[in-house]
């Protein structure tokens, strides 16, 4: 059973910035491939950056690629996801996930087994 925790969420001004981290427990962290979604109140779920168990491939979203990076520290068992140029679109609930095994795409919420509590990240325009 793999526990995550995320942290470093908070309140921001418009094209500031954020790093949050999501740290694992429980498991071998560096096989699983790790990746954050967020979710606003009244929307669904929706992904937003994935990484690969060796760090070697990377996904976003088109919404936050050039202004996210996701990075992952296995010998800390650690993943970040580095946001910058905030928009107050951007404002949700920032989840952390792991997959132990991706059968189609890493970007699907069902590819994955295990998540976080979430932190909230709020841009104020």
């Known amino acids: 059973q793999v526990q995550l925790v995320e942290s470093g969420g908070g309140l921001v001004q418009a094209g500031g910035s954020l790093r949050l981290a999501c740290a694992a427990s429980?498991?071998?962290?560096?096989?699983?491939?790790m990746g954050w979604f967020r979710q606003a109140p009244g929307k669904e779920r929706e992904f937003v950056s994935a990484?690969?168990?060796?760090?070697?491939?990377?996904y976003y979203s088109g919404s936050v690629k050039g202004r996210f990076t996701i990075s992952r520290d296995n010998a800390k068992n650690t993943v970040y996801l580095q946001m910058n140029s905030l928009k107050p679109e951007d404002t949700a609930v920032y989840y952390c996930?792991?997959?132990?095994?991706?059968?189609?795409?890493?970007?699907?919420?069902?590819?994955?087994?295990?998540w976080g509590q979430g932190t909230q990240v709020t841009v104020s325009s």
């Open positions: 996930a792991a997959a132990g095994y991706v059968r189609s795409s890493p970007m699907k919420v069902h590819e994955y087994n295990y």
């Open positions: 429980g498991g071998t962290f560096s096989t699983y491939v």
């Open positions: 990484i690969s168990w060796s760090g070697s491939t990377t």
